[in-house]
């Protein structure tokens, strides 16, 4: 591999070009092979008394399951002959299965009949589900990277390792200083590489980057960061591109992507906990010292630190490999698990008599705290944590879409406000190169629109195009000078110095292809968004599209930009958010529904003192 590396750990200056390592190898910091097998059979041997009381309990409650488990770490046993010929041959069948299952996919996909091989796949799935979830592979056995690759793998696998370098090549090329992603901003992201070393550590925050690049509406996935990670400790960069661009593919499926769906999982887990363990809920109920639901959902608010930061790396490993197959509900499971395994340990126990004394949060907090310890010292073998797991009946992936459903839409509101509240002003982010220079704006307010572009356009300065004072009042002028930009920045002042403007992500040329858009007048994307100046604080209110906050974002107005030759509009829907018609002069804002904005200028009719448009690029030629 031949790509460039452009970043250093801990460095003011955070990015610099140097060479990657030749393997993966060089990315990880993980026990050796040996030492691992040692750990592995002392983890299933036991600590201590109090663990075997432990073990022997939960055994006690878990329904029988037929384990048909090969040799492994986990039993004590391994045989290097036994993992090349006959782990490696059960995995060629696992590669066969679930290729089958993708071409099943693709065959859904293009609309062919798929009723002559539907319980075929089905026999396979299965197949697949019980040869992970029993199948012991130790932590450092090649195999596993091959096998999350197969679970992963769509007919635009290649295609998307092919995106990353590009994608690299051009944030090499534009010299871009800044290394943290955006989304590593937001609260609630988990935050950790589980042992990756300096140069693993600096391609991971390099790969974040270049999803954020591709995928710039994804803005809220916790789980991202440490699961990128886990990828990057068995496999290439442009690998764990490729397998994560699949995820993110499936909606919530493997990972969750909005802040709805994250807050409403705890209510879903806190109800699924009551259906299924109803005396670890009961024990909750009991230490916490309240009936309300709602507060003891908090308990789960971060449940996705328990799995992807604080279960130890063997466990999770584990855990991820059944997690490629079966998704999200894995993930709720083990959550599960855990919960039962703190009730075996210290539900029955009490608080500190401080903490007894305080407040339904001191407790919550305390509890949460207990999990988590109980979590980091997993008193039992990943082998019969999975056991727990799979032993729960009856865990059906209908019952966890409509619970999910149900919360997400009793919480929305609230949580879309909050998150109104929290992007009343802008963040304060690192910018990519200098702001450009307007009439109109200052610099602090130009850098804040710069901030709200996709990443990938904040590579380069922004370019001016045409200025009405210099370039005159005409739509004819104004077509011939700014057609030629792909993305474009538009700015208005008003004779009342009201300042306003959009982003617009699609050329303004395409208005003369109204023919080849059969559906819509309308064109451009979900990157477009519209702002005014707020002069309290002096940054400007940015209003992003609907469907970019919206768990369903294919049920929001898509109407963002519209022209002929004298007329030009941004934003549509109830009303029409800039629109400008016959010349130059004179225009209206209205509260506009593809934005879930309000009109930008308060009275909604506006002259125009001064006009602005930027070309925005992608990156250097």
Known sequence: MTSKMFATRNSEDIISVISPPQSTSAFRSRPSLTSQRSNDSAISSG?????????????????????????????????????NSEEFATAQNLAKAWKMCAEFRRRVEDGKDTTSIEQSIQREIAYVKKFVRNNDWPVSHEIRSDIWRILCHTKDYDAQKTTYHQQLEDLTKSGVKQLQPLFLSFDGIVVCDHGLKEQGAVTLQRLLIVVECVRPEIRYVPILYPLCAMFLHYMEP???????????????????????????????TLALLKKHKKKVYQALKTKVGTSDD?????IFKDWSAWVFKYLPYAYLVRVLDCFLVEGHKMLLRVVLSLTYLWYKEKGKSTLPSSVAAGSVDEKLDAVREEIIQVVRDCPISISTLLDICTSIRNFKFSTVQR??????LKHRDKINLERSMKSQLSPTRTMYTQA???????????SEIMNALPTRFQLETPSLLFRLSENGVSFTQLWNLIDQAEQSILIIKSTKNEVFGAYCSASWSERRDFHERTRSKYFG???SFVWYADRSIGLPRIFHWAGTSSDHPDDCPQMFMTA?????????????AISIRDELTSGLSYACNTFSSPALVPGNAFEIAELEVFSVVSSVD
């Open 525 to 527: 994307t979900g990157e």
């Open 403 to 408: 619970l999910q459903a149900d919360f997400e």
């Open 238 to 268: 442009e690998d764990t591109f490729a397998c994560v661009m699949r995820l993110l593919s499936q909606g919530n499926g493997f990972m969750l992507q909005s802040e709805v769906a994250v807050y409403a999982s705890a209510h879903t």
């Open 436 to 446: 450009f220079s307007s009439a109109i704006i200052d610099c602090e307010v130009a």
């Open 47 to 83: 600590a201590n008394s109090d663990s075997d009381e432990t073990v022997n309990s939960i055994i006690n409650d878990v329904v029988d399951f037929e384990s048909e488990r090969s040799t492994s770490f986990d039993s004590g046993c391994y045989s290097d002959e036994a993992f």
């Open 564 to 576: 002929n030759d004298r007329l030009l509009i941004v934003g549509s829907g109830g009303g029409d």
């Open 294 to 298: 709602e507060k003891l959902a908090e």
